[in-house]
């Protein structure tokens, strides 16, 4: 799993090669929430996205191309529902998707009018088709073996995230470590055996770690994450309880509610309300 920092490390990577390269990317993580894109998209898909059921069809697009991806762990190059070029690229640890990075809006090297005429068929939805011609005009074209080499460039981009990730992971403490992947994992179940294997430790040890650097045990350590994540949430008021339950791994909001109120003797609700008359 990616860290917090790798995520910003790779989004940075990605945004460089925008600057360079003057194609979209996104980075997403493995729920396909976007965590990073690039500042700007086409004349053409603003036009496009602009129109009643524009974005929609594009969303619908993108998470069509996912699934497909989660499924296959492989990378899909494909056209959108307009005819632009995408591709969705995985990023894959332990056998599992553990991020997503988009790239496209661009056409590729057939005759541009042609390319053209497909979009147009694809577009009798749309208001103003013929509209579109001129800022079509302006897509850029990448060949096959220009985005071949783009995306050995993305994947080494990744290669050096995890790179960095792993020299960093192997100069820090037994106890940062553990703090850290409980931060990355607690909106999901932590078993003790997960985390004596990412330690690399047994029970005993793990316990004694807990106790000596916290004064605390592995299972107060992550209900320690999941409230203090809960407390940042319950300050959104579109969200209701039993979805923040959920989000920091909580499955059953009554019980949620429960470990809340002895950790912060109050109830969510009651939180919440003393939050917003501060």
């Given at each position: 799993m990616l860290t917090a920092e790798e995520f910003d490390k790779l989004a940075t990577l990605l945004k460089h090669l925008h600057i360079c390269m003057g194609l979209k990317f996104a980075l997403m993580d493995d729920q396909a929430?976007?965590?990073?894109?690039?500042?700007?998209?086409?004349?053409f898909c603003a036009a496009v996205k602009s129109a009643a059921g524009?974005?929609?069809?594009?969303?619908?697009?993108?998470?069509?191309?996912?699934?497909?991806?989660?499924?296959?762990?492989?990378?899909?190059?494909?056209?959108?529902h307009c005819g632009l070029i995408e591709a969705a690229l995985?990023?894959?640890?332990?056998?599992?998707?553990?991020?997503f990075i988009l790239l496209g809006?661009?056409?590729d090297e057939a005759p541009r009018e042609k390319?053209?005429?497909r979009s147009l068929s694809l577009l009798d939805w749309y208001p103003d088709g013929e509209g579109l011609s001129e800022c079509y005009s302006r897509l850029r074209q990448v060949s096959s073996e220009e985005l071949s080499s783009l995306i050995e460039i993305v994947h080494a981009c990744i290669a050096e995230v995890r790179l960095q990730g792993m020299l960093?992971?192997?100069?820090?403490?037994?106890?940062?470590?553990?703090?850290?992947?409980?931060?990355?994992?607690y909106s999901r179940?932590?078993?003790?055996?997960?985390?004596?294997?990412?330690?690399?430790?047994?029970?005993?040890?793990?316990?004694?770690?807990?106790?000596r650097e916290f004064e605390k045990t592995p299972g107060e350590l992550i209900l320690e994450?999941?409230?203090?994540?809960?407390?940042?949430?319950?300050?959104?008021p579109k969200l209701t309880t039993a979805e923040i339950a959920q989000a920091v791994g909580y499955p059953d909001a009554s019980y949620f509610c429960q470990r809340f109120r002895r950790v912060c003797g109050q109830t969510p609700s009651e939180y919440r309300r003393k939050c917003r008359e501060a």
């Open positions: 929430r976007e965590i990073f894109t690039s500042s700007n998209q086409t004349d524009g974005l929609e069809r594009c969303l619908g697009c993108d998470a069509a191309a996912l699934r497909e991806v989660t499924a296959t762990q492989k990378m899909k190059k494909y056209r959108c995985p990023v894959v640890e332990n056998g599992q998707v553990i991020a809006q661009f056409l390319q053209w005429r960093s992971a192997a100069q820090m403490s037994d106890g940062r470590r553990l703090t850290e992947y409980i931060a990355q994992h179940p932590i078993t003790l055996d997960e985390l004596c294997s990412h330690l690399h430790m047994g029970r005993s040890k793990l316990f004694e770690l807990c106790r994450a999941r409230i203090s994540a809960a407390r940042e949430l319950l300050q959104n």
